[in-house]
């Protein structure tokens, strides 16, 4: 009889298991949570919600001229570029890499080689280090191109030597005094032998814009591909809030790199308008799109494991450790509470709605 017991709560622990299983490694599409129709208001809600704000948001710091409380000059914007640079962060590291993993190491993808290696950490690292690779050797470019050898003056090879000698000194002074004022919102330029802080600026605001392209259209296709309301309802509020605080802070870098006005309104375009062109695809390839097909999963991850290398680095490399950093910021403590709190409550905010998202 026992023996029997034992049997039976054997075979239905198994069965438990087994189906378990089988329920994790479903690759089926999930049934609709509810009505289609229901679920396009609310995608047409996100998309004109998540254009405006984002529209709003990296217009922000040009709107600093007729409003000079929103300047960037203004030790305002530290405080609100730390909150954005933290939305930002949190983005990488809370919603958009867990996502990675979360596809990358899916029951519906063969276990090689996706099982065998961590794919989300090693993209992700690449992803980063590439960034540094590309910023530094586009400094360098930038570097080469603004140098300007001194003309070449008669006179004794131990004049030549004590000019290069004095062009040396000249070069290393100004470029210690560049790293003193890293970060400072005015343009530092140090001459010959460093990159200015405009020329910095630049590189800076098209790796990010990147970075955001990339992840933005994976999530305004799941958005758009998406067919229940319970998911879609609260990505409006998270997408939002998300949009437009990144927004900032891109509108940010953009302003302090003094591009031209036509480079400027393009690169706020294509930030304004990346995740509602994302909705559109994805409302567009509903019916075709399986979010849970091999080749979906291993694109959303590949590239949401890129895009979380890139937005973190540029979070905590290019946005927040210049402004930290700035004299003008360690020389006031108000203003440096003030922007470490900011920063704490923009990564809190996004990780608590990543979460409830």
């Known amino acids: 009889m026992e023996l029997q017991k034992l049997v039976f709560v054997a075979f239905l622990l198994s069965t438990l298991i087994t189906t378990q299983v089988l ?21 047409l809600i996100a998309l004109a919600s998540i254009l405006i704000f984002g529209a709003i948001g990296v217009c922000i ?35 958009v890499l867990p996502d990675a ?12 080689p996706w099982g065998d290696f961590p794919f989300t950490g090693f993209v992700a690292m690449v992803a980063t280090i590439l960034t540094l690779l590309f910023e530094t050797s586009s400094a360098a470019y930038q570097q080469r191109s603004q140098y300007k050898p001194p003309p070449k003056v008669a006179g004794s090879n131990g004049d030549e030597e004590n000019n290069r000698q004095h062009v040396g000194q000249v070069a290393a002074h100004t470029h210690a005094s560049h790293g ?13 032998s460093g990159l200015s802080q405009v020329d910095r600026y630049r590189i800076v605001s098209k790796v990010l814009e990147l970075g955001i392209i990339v992840h933005s259209v994976i999530i ?8 229940s309301p319970k998911t879609i309802k609260p990505l409006v509020i998270a997408l939002t809030f998300h949009q437009f605080f990144e927004g900032i802070g891109l509108g940010g870098c953009i302003f302090q790199a003094e591009f031209k006005s ?23 390839v509903t019916n075709s799109y399986k979010e849970n097909s091999p080749t979906a999963l291993i694109v959303e991850g590949v590239l ?26 360690q020389k006031n403590r108000m203003l440096q509470f003030c922007s470490n709190v900011s920063l704490l409550l923009g990564a809190g905010c996004m990780s608590l709605l990543a979460k409830w998202a």
């Open 304 to 329: 949401n494991s890129a895009s979380a290398g890139i937005l973190i680095y540029m979070a905590l490399v290019d946005l927040l450790s210049p402004d930290f950093m700035n004299p003008r910021m």
């Open 101 to 112: 993993f979360e596809s990358l190491t899916s029951p519906c993808l063969k276990e090689h």
């Open 220 to 227: 305004g296709l799941s958005v758009g591909a998406s067919e």
């Open 23 to 43: 329920a994790d490694c479903t690759c089926e599409q999930e049934e609709d949570e509810g009505k289609k129709s229901e679920a396009q208001r609310y995608k």
């Open 180 to 192: 003193h004022a890293h970060g400072s919102m005015t343009q530092v330029d140090d001459g010959s």
């Open 61 to 95: 710091p040009f709107i600093g001229k007729i409003f000079p409380a929103l300047s960037p000059e203004r030790d305002g914007f530290f405080v609100i570029k730390a909150f954005a640079a933290g939305v930002i962060l949190a983005t990488g590291f809370i919603h």
């Open 262 to 284: 036509f480079a400027a309104i393009l690169m706020g375009t294509m930030f304004s308008l990346t995740t509602p062109i994302g909705i559109v695809i994805g409302i567009i």
